[in-house]
């Protein structure tokens, strides 16, 4: 190994003070310097890799032996920098002030992003300010429904299987008479898509039954399609090993009835 003093007999790479200001004022380069001192490429190459790994293995150590210590309120809960304050060592810590009110911050945020989890019924007067304003913030989404439309049920028991699952999508159900009074039963179940403050997609409505077996994990893909969910990598925690039906061949789109209707209804109504 290369210490600073010979890579051959007779050869030295510890610099002279000349060379070192060369060095330091960019005249030449390393390679260069230890070349001149008639080391091969071979001999310079390995003194450059030495001197590297050294230069690492410092860095590593001071890291690991001098590094500041941690402040013990700086991944602390709420509960633990309560009792942080009654040590007389961090009483008068400002830094413990600081984790506290980051905490908090990080709290309400958590909170914010778990506000819902349900599917909440709506009523008219409030769509503009459930659905389009709301939809400002985060993704909404309107199930229009009518009670003795059997696929309404099904639907509704889904997207609360979704629901539960998503906390930061708002999930609503409105009847189609009290949303759109002409809105024909045949096109029942629907669901609105909506993002910042306007309609952006509509699911199912097409005028044929939903498929026997369609359940919560598909239901989320189409949601997913539709850029309802702000976290793409999140995966319904019902099933996540159950890839979509159409996944595996099957041909999708928003607005094609096979992923998501049984194939032997009659044509829209």
Known sequence: MHDGSTSRVGVTTKLTQWEESL?????????????????????????????????DEKERLEALFFAP???????????????LEEDEAYCDDAAVAKYRELRLRELAAEKAKRKFGRVNELVR?????????????????????????????KLGDLLATVAATRPDVKFLRIRSRDAIPNWPDAKLPVLFVYRDG??????????????????????????????????????????????????RGVQRGLYNDQPVYDDDDDDDA
């Open 23 to 55: 060095l330091k004022h960019k005249v030449v380069n390393r390679f260069q310097v230890l070349r001149a001192k008639g080391l091969t490429d071979g001999d310079i190459r390995e003194v450059l890799f030495e001197e590297a790994h050294a230069k």
């Open 69 to 83: 210590e941690a402040h013990p309120g700086a991944e602390a809960s709420l509960e633990a920098l309560d009792e």
């Open 125 to 153: 007067d409030d769509w503009m300010a459930q659905v389009n304003d709301s939809s400002r913030d985060h993704a909404v989404v309107v199930m229009l429904y009518k009670d003795s439309v059997e696929d309404c049920s």
């Open 198 to 247: 306007e309609l952006q997609h509509q699911l199912f409505g097409r005028g044929h039954r939903l498929k026997h077996d369609l359940d919560a994990v598909d239901l989320v893909s189409l949601l997913k399609d539709s850029d309802v969910f702000d976290d793409d990598n999140k995966v319904d925690q019902a099933d996540n090993n159950h890839p979509p039906r159409w996944k």
